[in-house]
Every structure is written in structure tokens, then in C-alpha cells.
């Protein structure tokens, strides 16, 4: 039973480990990509805590009792308090204050709160003092409710040294500068996260099948033999590119919005379970896109497709067969995974500077960062995306149309081997 | 007559081996002319550069008056290259194959049908024509790809290996269709084989190459009686030992 399976087994170890693409393709990039991942979150975690360590907040004190100042004197000693002079919490938005004072947390005191306090430690439990925090929502992200939780934890230590439920907090978010009553920061930030999770996966994915598919394409004409008569016909090299690339645009196009309908129904069982009422509607919100945004995302989008696209044809046509044509594609993988799998959890705004620099580089982090961007408003950021990635695109198209006008999409190769070895090879294979 | 094709010390480099080494050679409009040389000979690549696939390195390649290099989109309106190890799109019927193919050539649908129809007579293929590429035994796909080379009467025919994976009738049908084509229609038919019969039996001229350069060439019967040869594989084992 199974006799020479041990030989089939070693032989096929001995051919895949010594193929230089699947070592690279499938060992050494991930080993290498993980570990830039977890460095990256490892450090973005760092950052936020350290952050969160150094806390500022305003506090807006329109009571003026001695309670209120026992409050504020109590969270001095644990973070760095501003007072604002403004009565209206609108009025600090608007007047950008917090920008200035370095923080995203706004409490008000209302002005009940020392009387309040007073009755209930003179025995009138059932009245408790209130007060109100104010949160800046920037956007989706793991690190979005750190403020808010610090201001939670030192309520609870606040109300554990006198009485409990002595003091109460009613939270709100600042969303695109206006102020949302009764909006929980942290329970908008986990609704958001969904969609900031299954956007970077599903552009992941879409870009994954779109490169897939055009390597295969070009790799599939070479491995049949079809390339060459191809070549030969009277139609303009460019047209047999473009008319690759639109095949595989279909097909990945199609292949995304199945997998956008199948994965908005998975989200969508998550979000259907928050409780009605809980005012947690983004579209009056201001957190979905507008037309103007979506069609943006789309154009970003579009260009990202292409420049994949593009760099897949490039690649591919220095393949000999489809499984070259797949390994040299998987090279570029990486470069989808790591940007959305950072950008699943965390804002570009709260990486490291060099991270940031290193994600905006990548033509295909944009259709991302632009996603986030367009639900903010801020439609600059998809704009510069756009340009930057249509000029990435820009010059890929211009190589792969320069190797379909040339001989080299016949006799490119990638070897890892001497330039000797790979000119006798070339030769070999055209006789 | 006319040249179909003039070269003139035509030199092709891959790195530093080089596959032709200032090739001479012409074809006249309306002949058959067998390129016959062993492996490596530089047959293939000598071909390729005619249909505009590969640059020359040095030389000129002219098609009908056509510079190869420098009207490549002419020349590619007025032949038909066969490769040697061409295929069709597994997943097109060879009807498909064949209109998509058809459609290059011409914009007029009754023109389409046209050469299809004789597309379909050429390969002999009947109701297969139908079924999917990727279900044709590698004679019937050989067969599907001659008659695509043909289809569009065009100048310059470029075979490479005609006969190769045919059987004996299929081959000589095959043959006897593109005695045909130079007949009726005056295609000049450029092609490479190895096989000695098939090209003793179509071709009016022969070019016998090696190590990229033209070492033998006339007709036949020339060839057979200067090299005192009872047939071409004779002739071929005597230049090539030779050479």
C-alpha cells in the first residue's frame, strides 16, 4: 500500500522548495510580512497608550461650587485639565478649542452639579450630579475610544472615594464639528469598525482576483501558444492590452460586488443587533459618503484596480506559464495585505510618521484611506490619492504597453540565475 | 516575378548566442519555399522576424516592399503566421476561435461568414467545430490552426510545422490545401519542417539552413542532384555534415 509514496513525496518537496518563486512567494514573504505587521500594530498600540498617558482635556465649568472644583482639582492630578471660558460646548467646537488645547475630550459641568452633589451626601440618594463629555469622532479605529475610557475610569475611581453612582456622565460625540446628543463615541466607533474592517478586506480581496486574473490571462495566452499568433494579427499591441485589462476589470468587477453583497449581509448581522433607539443612525449622523464622496471612492477605486492591473499584465508577461505568472504576482501581495490589514484597525492620522509616509506610497492603500477620508468629508485626501495613484498607473501602463509593443512580452524572463544561463535558455526556447 | 520577401544579412542576438548570422535569402511572390535545417538551425527565429514578432538585430527583412521594423502594422495586414506550437483558447468552440480570429481581418459580417465557411472546409472539422477547443485531440487543434492560417487568403502564408501532430491523411490533405491556396488564390507560402516528404512534395524551392546561415538552396530535384542524393534527407545529412 502507497508504495512510492515516499519517492513522489521527496521528489515534489525537492521541485517546489528548490522553484526560487514558490520559496519566495510563499515562505520568505510571509515571514517577513507578518513580522512588519505586528511591529507596526505593536507600535501603533505603544503610541496610543503612551498618549493616552499624556491625556489633556477642557473642561467647561458652568457650575462654579466647591464640588466642581474638587472634581477638577482631582483629574488635574491625573491628567492635564484646561478650563475653557466658554458656556456652550457648540461655542468651544466652533471656536476649535480643543484643537488648541491638544485634545479630543470636552467635559462640561453643568451648573446644578455642586447642589446636586451636596443633597446626595446629605442623604438624598436618588439625586446624583451630572456631567457631560464630549468626544471627537475622527473615524473608525481600535485606539478611537481610548480618550473617552480614560475619563470613564476616573469617574469610577471619583465615585468609588465618595459614594457610588454619586456622579453620572451623558456622553456625546463631536462628529464633522457638530455636536450629537446622546451619540456614545465608543458605540459609534465599534458600529464604524465594521465597515472599516470590510472595506479594507473587500478591496483587498477585489485587488487580489483583478491581478489574479490579468496575470492569468497573459500567462494562459503564453502557456497555450496563443500569444504569438496574437502578436501576429492586424490589431494595435495597445488594443490586446486594453482589451485585457477591461476583461479583467469585468470579471474582478463582478467578482467584487458578489462578494460586497455577501460580505455587507455578514456585517449586516452584527449591526441589526444594536437596539433601536440608540440613535445610532449614520446616515442622519453625517458617517456614510456622499454622492460626491462615493464617486470619488469609486475613481480611486478604479485607478488603484488599474495600476494592479497593470503591474499584474507587467509581471505576468516576464512569466513563462500561469503558475510563474501567479508566483511573480504573489510578489506584490504584500503590498495589498499590509495596508489593509493596518488600516482594518487603526487611522492613518495615528501611525508614525514614517509608517504613514510608507502607506501613502503604496498606490494601493489609497482606495482605503480614501474610503475613511469620504466618510469624514474630507475630500482632499481622496483627491491627492487619485492623482497620486492615476500617475502611478500612468507609468506601469507605459511599461506594459511598452513590453506588448516589443518582443520582450515574447522573450522576457525572470531568472534567478546568471545573465549567461538566462541568454542560452532564451535562445533554446525560441528554437 | 515579384519578391514576397527579401533578406539581406539578417543577424539575431539572444545575449550572446547568436540564432541567425547574416542570413541571405528571397521568396518569390506566389512560390512555396521549404526552410528545412536542423534544431537550433535558426529556422523559428527567422520566421518569427519576418511575421514582426522579433526585431532583427542587424539586417534588413523586407515583406512584399514592406521593411519589417518599420511598417510592422502593414506587414501584419497581409500575412498569416502558423507557429510551431501554436494553440487555440481551450474555452472557445473552434466556431468561436474562428470568428473571433475572422474579425480582425475584416469588418463586414458576410465577409466573416465567408472566411469562416472556408475556415470550416480547410480543417474538415464538421459539427466538432462546435465543441469546445479544449476537447480537440492535438491533430484536430493542428487542423483548427491551419485552416485559421489560410482562412484569409492572405499574401504571405508563414507556416511552421504545417504537418506536425497530423496523420498521414490529414497531412496530406492538409498539403493539398495549401497547393490549393498558392494555386487559386496566389498565396506565397513560406514553411519550416522537418518532415522531407511533406516538404519534397509542396515546396517549389528549399532553403537549407544552418547555424543561422543559408547553406544549400534551389529546387528539389537541384538540390537532390548536386548533392547526389536519392531525396532531401540525403541532401540534408550530406550539407548539414558538411557545413
Known amino acids: ?431 | 516575378m515579384d519578391n514576397a520577401i527579401r533578406i539581406a544579412d539578417l543577424t539575431k542576438d539572444f545575449g550572446t548566442i547568436r540564432a541567425l548570422d547574416s542570413l541571405n535569402l528571397s521568396v518569390e511572390s506566389g512560390e512555396i519555399l521549404g526552410l528545412i535545417g536542423p534544431n537550433g538551425a535558426g529556422k523559428t527565429t527567422a520566421l518569427r522576424i519576418i511575421s514582426a514578432l522579433l526585431l532583427p538585430t542587424s539586417g534588413n527583412v523586407e515583406v512584399f516592399g514592406l521593411n519589417v521594423v518599420e511598417k510592422a502594422a502593414e506587414v501584419r495586414k497581409i500575412i498569416s503566421y502558423l507557429p510551431e506550437e501554436a494553440g487555440a483558447y481551450r474555452n472557445l468552440s473552434g466556431w468561436e476561435y474562428l470568428n473571433f480570429m475572422a474579425k480582425f481581418r475584416t469588418d463586414s459580417k458576410d465577409e466573416i461568414q465567408r472566411i469562416v465557411n472556408d475556415a470550416a472546409e480547410i480543417s474538415g472539422l464538421g459539427e466538432r467545430l462546435k465543441d469546445k477547443a479544449k476537447t480537440y485531440s492535438k491533430g484536430m487543434k493542428r487542423r483548427l490552426l491551419v485552416a485559421r492560417a489560410l482562412m484569409t487568403k492572405p499574401r504571405l502564408a508563414i507556416l511552421d510545422e504545417p504537418g506536425s501532430g497530423l496523420d498521414v491523411l490529414h497531412a496530406y490533405h492538409v498539403r493539398e490545401i495549401i497547393k490549393k491556396y498558392v494555386k487559386d488564390y496566389g498565396v506565397t507560402v513560406l514553411l519550416s519542417s522537418h518532415n522531407m516528404l511533406e516538404v519534397e512534395h509542396l515546396c517549389g524551392r528549399v532553403a537549407l539552413l544552418n547555424k543561422g546561415k543559408t547553406v544549400a538552396e534551389g529546387k528539389p530535384h537541384e538540390l537532390k542532384e548536386k548533392f547526389d542524393s536519392a531525396n532531401l534527407e540525403e541532401v540534408f545529412a550530406k550539407v548539414v555534415g558538411l557545413a
Request: hydrophobic share 50%.
Open chain 1, 1 to 431: 500500500m502507497l508504495k512510492g509514496f515516499g519517492n513522489i513525496l521527496v521528489k515534489e518537496l525537492k521541485e517546489l522548495i528548490r522553484d526560487p518563486k514558490i520559496l519566495l512567494g510563499m515562505i520568505i514573504v510571509p515571514l517577513i510580512m507578518f513580522p512588519i505587521l505586528g511591529a507596526v500594530m505593536n507600535f501603533s498600540v505603544q503610541s496610543a497608550q503612551e498618549q493616552a498617558q499624556k491625556a489633556t482635556i477642557l473642561i467647561m465649568n458652568n457650575d462654579g461650587g466647591n464640588w466642581s472644583q474638587d472634581f477638577i482639582t482631582t483629574i488635574n492630578s491625573s491628567m492635564r485639565v484646561f478650563i475653557s471660558n466658554y458656556t456652550n460646548p457648540q461655542d468651544v467646537v466652533n471656536q476649535d478649542e480643543l484643537s488648541e488645547c491638544n485634545t479630543t475630550q470636552l467635559i462640561e459641568i453643568p451648573p446644578d452639579f455642586s447642589a446636586n452633589m451636596t443633597q446626595h451626601v446629605s442623604g438624598n440618594e436618588n439625586i446624583t450630579a451630572l456631567v457631560k463629555i464630549y468626544s471627537v469622532f475622527s473615524s473608525a479605529g481600535v485606539f478611537e475610544g481610548i480618550g473617552s475610557s480614560m475619563i470613564d475610569v476616573f469617574i469610577d475611581g471619583f465615585n468609588r472615594q465618595l459614594a457610588p453612582n454619586m456622579v453620572r456622565e451623558e456622553k456625546s460625540s463631536i462628529i464633522k464639528g457638530q455636536i450629537e446628543e446622546g451619540v456614545d463615541p465608543a458605540q459609534l466607533s465599534a458600529l464604524m469598525i465594521s465597515q472599516a474592517i470590510a472595506m479594507p478586506i473587500t478591496i483587498m480581496i477585489l485587488l487580489t482576483y483583478s491581478m489574479q486574473i490579468a496575470a492569468t490571462s497573459v500567462a494562459m495566452e503564453k502557456e497555450e501558444k496563443t500569444l504569438e499568433t496574437l502578436l501576429t494579427l492586424p490589431v494595435d499591441r495597445f488594443s490586446i492590452l486594453m482589451g485585457k485589462l477591461s476583461g479583467s476589470i469585468v470579471v474582478a468587477g463582478v467578482a467584487a460586488i458578489a462578494y460586497m453583497i455577501g460580505f455587507n449581509y455578514y456585517m449586516g448581522s452584527f449591526t441589526s443587533a444594536i437596539p433601536a433607539g440608540t440613535n445610532l443612525d449614520l446616515v442622519s449622523l453625517g458617517l456614510v459618503p456622499s454622492l460626491f464622496g462615493y464617486l470619488l471612492l469609486g475613481i480611486s477605486l478604479f485607478v488603484a484596480l488599474l495600476s494592479a492591473l497593470a503591474m499584474a499584465v507587467v509581471l505576468s508577461a516576464f512569466a513563462e506559464d500561469v503558475r510563474s505568472a501567479q508566483s511573480l504576482v504573489s510578489y506584490v501581495y504584500p503590498f495589498l495585505f499590509i495596508p489593509s490589514f493596518i488600516l482594518m484597525y487603526v487611522d492613518i492620522n495615528a501611525l508614525p510618521l514614517a509608517v504613514k509616509v510608507a502607506l501613502y506610497a503604496i498606490p494601493y492603500s489609497h482606495p482605503i484611506i480614501a474610503s475613511r477620508a469620504v466618510t469624514m468629508g474630507d475630500y482632499w485626501t481622496a483627491v491627492w490619492g487619485i492623482v497620486y495613484v492615476s500617475i502611478f498607473t500612468l507609468v506601469i501602463m507605459y511599461v506594459a504597453s511598452r513590453l506588448f509593443a516589443t518582443e520582450k512580452v515574447l522573450t522576457a524572463k525572470l531568472k534567478f540565475r546568471g545573465l549567461r544561463k538566462r541568454g542560452k535558455k532564451a535562445a533554446q526556447d525560441l528554437e
